[in-house]
């Protein structure tokens, strides 16, 4: 059996959705908030000190796109197009996902990882909403509907599902972007995403 360490809030609730999606697996719990993820135990597992950890048969697999890959190659290929230039598009989403809106969201309160002053915590602070919303612009350009790429979803749709709960705390109203929150409210009517809110994993 699969099994995911993840935690509430965070990024690992994106594949907790996914694999929500239709996969026999286990949650163990990582107390983020008391430092659980630096314990030599967990850093045994993940010496970058995070969640996701996704454990396989092979043994663990960290970076939430990696694991995302990982289970549309083994466990859920109809959430992976078959044609190689949409595959090739769902990645390119899932890298912008990755790289630029996640990380455009950290500098709201992580400015630790890259500065090392006050005043540059909240400087970048301060650019957070401007940025964010110009990866929603983005993203809502993008969107064909219902999902991503039409009727289908895809390994990108939970990822972009996370992405959008946070966009009120990083100051930014969804309601600018309609097709965006055409698609969150269209992802909440999934079994795999209200089982991901019942048990706790946003809000």
Same mark, same amino acid.
């Given at each position: 059996?699969?099994?995911?360490?993840?935690?509430?809030?965070?990024?690992?609730?994106t594949? =907790?959705?996914?694999?929500? *999606? @239709?996969?026999?697996? #286990?949650?163990?719990?990582?107390?983020?908030?008391? +430092? &659980?993820?630096?314990?030599?135990?967990?850093?045994a597992?993940?010496?970058?000190?995070?969640?996701? =950890?996704?454990?396989?048969p *092979? @043994?663990?697999?960290? #970076?939430?796109?990696?694991?995302?890959e990982?289970? +549309? &190659?083994?466990?859920?290929?109809?959430?992976?197009?078959?044609?190689?230039?949409?595959?090739a598009?769902?990645?390119?989403?899932?890298?912008?996902?990755?790289?630029?809106?996640?990380?455009?969201?950290?500098?709201?309160?992580?400015?630790?990882?890259?500065a090392?002053?006050?005043?540059?915590?909240?400087?970048?602070?301060?650019?957070?909403?401007?940025?964010?919303?110009?990866?929603?612009?983005?993203?809502?350009?993008?969107?064909?509907?219902?999902?991503?790429?039409?009727?289908?979803l895809?390994?990108?749709?939970?990822y972009?599902?996370?992405?959008?709960?946070?966009?009120?705390?990083?100051?930014?109203?969804?309601?600018?972007?309609p097709?965006?929150a055409?698609?969150?409210?269209k992802?909440?009517?999934?079994?795999?995403?209200?089982k991901?809110?019942?048990?706790?994993?946003?809000g």
């Open positions: 059996m699969l099994k995911l360490y993840c935690a509430p809030h965070t990024v690992s609730s594949v =907790v959705i996914t694999l929500n *999606e @239709g996969v026999h697996w #286990e949650p163990i719990l990582v107390d983020v908030k008391g +430092g &659980e993820q630096t314990r030599s135990d967990y850093l597992l993940n010496p970058k000190g995070r969640v996701p =950890v996704l454990i396989t *092979e @043994g663990p697999l960290t #970076e939430t796109g990696a694991i995302l990982y289970l +549309g &190659e083994t466990v859920l290929p109809a959430l992976v197009p078959i044609d190689p230039l949409q595959r598009r769902m990645r390119e989403i899932l890298y912008f996902l990755g790289n630029t809106m996640h990380v455009n969201h950290a500098h709201l309160r992580r400015g630790y990882r890259w090392t002053t006050e005043a540059s915590f909240a400087d970048m602070a301060a650019k957070v909403p401007e940025n964010m919303a110009t990866s929603a612009a983005y993203i809502d350009g993008l969107l064909e509907g219902p999902y991503l790429f039409g009727d289908d895809t390994l990108a749709d939970p972009l599902y996370s992405m959008t709960t946070w966009l009120k705390k990083d100051g930014v109203d969804i309601a600018d972007f097709r965006l055409a698609f969150k409210a992802m909440e009517t999934r079994p795999s995403v209200q991901t809110i019942a048990d706790g994993f946003f």
